[in-house]
Structures are given as C-alpha cells and as structure tokens.
C-alpha cells in the first residue's frame, strides 16, 4: 500500500510520508500469516515537508486516512483529503514510457532498499543501474544521483575518510588482547600501511595442531575489502581433512615479501625459506577435478 502512494506522489509531483499508529499484538492479529512485530492497525499518509514546490514550514491539507477491515488496509475517504495547499511540480519527465528518476527524493523505499543491497554486495555503478533498470522498469535513473546515492551508503557504512583505522587498531588490540598477532607492516615509501597480519588466537591454535612441518597452502583472493588489497589466506588440513584458517595478510598484491612476512608470524620456527629465494619459482600444479587424499595416493 505504501509503494503503492509513494509511486502515484511520485507521479503527480509531490513526496508522501507514512505516519503509522496503533500497532497490532498478537493477540488481535487480523491477517492469515504469522504475526510481525510493528505491523500498524491504522495510520495516515501525508504530503511532506520537502516535497517539491512546497514552501519551508509551510502546511499542506493533502493525507489519506487508513485502517484495517477484514483483514485488508482501507482508505477512510471521510477522513482523508485529496487536495495539495501549495503549488506541486510539474509532472515528470517520460522517456519512451519510462519516468526518469533525477532526484534522490524521487527515489522510493523499495529503491532504497535495492540500491543499498546491491552497494553493500560490491557491485559497480554500471551493473547497479542496469539491476535497477531490470527491476523496476518503467523507470530511469540518472547516473549521478545512483552515484550520489551510493556515496552516501558508503559513507554510512565505512564513515566519510571509509578508512576506520581507529576501529581497525581497536580490533587489532582486541586480537593481541587475547593471545593472537596483530602487526602492521608501514611502507618503506610512503606514511601509509605496506601490509597487515592478523592470527586471532584460534587460527593459531590450529597453526600449532596442525601447520607445523605439516601441509599448508597459501593463495590470495580480491575485493575483500573496499580497495583493491589482496587477502592472501593461509590454510592447513586438520585430522578429518577439512580446511582451516590459520592466519591471513592483507597487502596491496601477492607479492613474495609480505608473503613470507606472513609465513614467519603466523609459523614460526619452521625455517621458513628467505625472501630471495621465495621470489624464484619452485613449482606450480594443480589438483584435479576433485582430490582426495586418502584414495588418490599417486599424487
């Protein structure tokens, strides 16, 4: 019912709010479906304050009463008034029976919601209109305003600088608080961070179990983090064959120096080969399809 108005204000030239009251308890849940929590009995949905065209502090007649009956929101037209106080903006722009979407007070809830779901799962700006495109199709949005609409999400998440190192070394103190490695490698070039190791205490109750002089694999993957660091993983095998954490280092590429950093911190003692040497290579394989340790013993 709401994205319902929100798109009919949208379309006329004005922004509706939904001020919900009264909400339902289980005990009067009207509805053939399990009980939510905040569901309103009733409510009003009025024009708002910064709908365009509208002067600041001004009033605006316009709201449309509702209620529940027989399981289903109704209007209460008695209650409710069709009629703006003030001057509405002309009605939208349409492009090939799209409405172009140009300002962010255009956007609706259910848009919203979409925009931030696909900016949290890291995907670019021109897949992300193209997703929005997809799911709402009769409507066009303008590359800037998605722009200025992701900023803001990323900006809410990571904070405005979207670095966080106080709370990146808050956490890194909490690691070495309780018996893991937290250590920071600073660039020989520059004021900034070369790489980062963390060996939080279980990952390296497992390095002893199960890594010392014994099967570890190292590789790195990308996009674990908002830059372009990669997260070079070190894992072991455990006694029923499963993989297991054992520390990571997030540098800037799978380079060999912070590799072999990585190796000396979160192994110690092992003899770990010099950085002159890791940067030769000793070999490259690939498993099958499928291995198995037990059966596949030619390997």
Request: proline share 6%; with cysteine; charged share 20%.
């Amino acid at each position: 019912m709401i994205n319902w108005v929100e798109s009919y204000a949208l379309k006329v030239g004005f922004l509706a709010v939904d001020r919900p009251k009264g909400n339902f308890t289980q005990s009067n849940w009207p509805f053939n479906y399990p009980f939510i929590l905040k569901t309103p009995a009733r409510g009003m949905i009025y024009c708002s304050p910064k709908s365009p065209g509208r002067a600041k502090g001004s009033k605006c007649t316009w709201n449309l009463v509702y209620r529940v009956k027989d399981s289903v929101y109704v209007f209460l037209p008695k209650n409710s008034n069709l009629m703006h106080s003030h001057e509405i903006q002309p009605k939208p722009i349409m492009l090939d029976g799209r409405f172009e979407v140009t300002m962010m007070n255009q956007l609706t809830s259910s848009e919203m919601s979409f925009i931030k779901n696909q900016v949290l799962s890291r995907i670019g700006m021109p897949n992300l209109i193209i997703h929005l495109e997809t799911q709402f199709p009769s409507r066009s949005y303008q590359y800037e305003l998605i722009r200025r609409v992701r900023d803001s999400i990323l900006d809410e998440k990571y904070g405005k600088d979207r670095i966080q190192l106080h709370d990146l070394f808050i956490k890194g103190a909490s690691i070495q608080k309780h018996g893991g490695i937290f250590v920071v490698d600073p660039s020989t070039e520059d004021f900034g961070i070369e790489a980062v190791h963390f060996q939080p205490s279980l990952f390296q109750k497992y390095a002893i179990a199960y890594g010392v002089n014994q099967l570890k694999m190292v590789d790195g993957t990308h996009h674990f983090s908002r830059y372009n660091f990669s997260a070079i993983i070190w894992i072991g095998v455990d006694c029923l064959f499963h993989t297991k954490f054992m520390g990571v280092t997030y540098a800037f590429s799978e380079h060999h120096e912070p590799i072999v950093q990585g190796a000396r911190l979160f192994s110690p003692g092992e003899g770990v080969i010099d950085s002159d040497e890791a940067s030769e290579s000793r070999g490259i394989t690939e498993f099958p399809v499928y291995f198995d340790p037990i059966t596949d013993i030619e390997i």
